[in-house]
């Protein structure tokens, strides 16, 4: 083995530590134990006590204090209402509950498509109780490719399926990444969003798929050179959050991100 594919193999073990550590945050996306769309008139839901609803465009919640839910956005004890407003897409560490210190569960609220949505996160979830690691293919070094970024004069939005049913999506494609993967005769082409540092991430299915992997992945490159080019690197492909829960709303790959080949490198399916 070379240096330089001992030093790059070094770095990507780091980036497996970094990754598994933060999906073993306390209330991270291993937590995630229900997903409830709020109704207009006040309601019960589901492990957390109090009345929830959403009007006018403004989620609720009405408790008593021997309910003990907490108030993340001030700390303070909920005895009666209170209330919050998202925009869409939007995410809101809400209120807390239960446990030795009260806030063994967090209600994340959310709102998506529209309407308003919890998200029960609990720090002693199974799934992160028992978490061990993601499971990942061996590094691979040839999987480390070199593209090239053809952008778009404007920015294309498609609607997209996510990992809930009842949760549309939209990809913000700002150009193709273009890449030939080592043993394929014809070149690869991609559609490309943009996240805020710059780099590109590519939501894509391949031929393993359901086999050994999730229904879909993604992989994210640095910024482009000025001549346009980019590296894939696929040992670094990632799982999202739906692949480990089923109250996830990742989006889905945009129609035609489809790698017609097995991409064995990066995360597998995670263990049941």
């Given amino acids: 083995m070379s240096t330089t594919t001992r030093t790059a193999e070094e770095e990507w073990l780091r980036f497996r530590e970094a990754r598994d550590a933060a ?5 991270g996306w291993l937590t995630l134990t229900s997903f ?10 589901e492990l957390v006590p109090g009345l929830w609803s959403e009007t006018d465009g ?9 309910h003990a839910l907490t108030d993340l956005t001030n700390g ?28 063994r569960i967090v209600v994340e609220l959310a709102r998506r498509a529209g309407r308003y949505a919890i998200r029960t ?34 920015p294309v939005d498609e609607p997209i399926g996510t990992a809930h049913p009842e949760v549309p999506g939209m990809h913000r494609s700002v150009g193709d990444v273009v890449f030939r993967l080592p043993g394929e005769d014809g070149d690869f082409r991609l559609r490309a969003s943009q996240e805020n540092t710059g780099t590109l991430a590519i939501t894509f299915h391949d031929a393993t798929n ?19 080019t980019v590296i894939l690197d ?13 109250f996830g709303t990742c989006p889905a790959p945009v129609d035609g991100n489809v790698i017609g080949a097995a991409v064995e490198a990066g995360e597998k399916m995670p263990r049941p």
């Fill in 23 to 27: 999906l073993a945050e306390t209330h």
């Fill in 76 to 103: 303070r004890s909920i005895d009666g209402t209170v209330t919050a407003t998202l925009d869409d897409e939007e995410s809101l560490s809400w209120v807390a509950s239960d446990g030795p210190d009260g806030r």
């Fill in 210 to 228: 359901g086999v050994t992997t999730a229904p879909w992945r993604k992989v994210t490159t640095r910024r482009p050179r000025r001549d346009g």
């Fill in 36 to 45: 409830q769309w709020l109704a207009d008139a006040p309601s019960g839901v």
């Fill in 58 to 66: 403004t989620a609720r919640v009405t408790a008593r204090a021997a």
């Fill in 234 to 246: 696929f040992n670094r492909t990632v799982n999202y959050p739906s692949a480990f829960t089923p």
């Fill in 121 to 154: 996160r609990d720090a002693e979830a199974p799934t992160l109780t028992g978490f061990t690691g993601v499971p990942v293919f061996e590094y691979r070094p040839d999987l480390v490719v070199e593209g090239r970024f053809e952008p778009y004069h404007e």
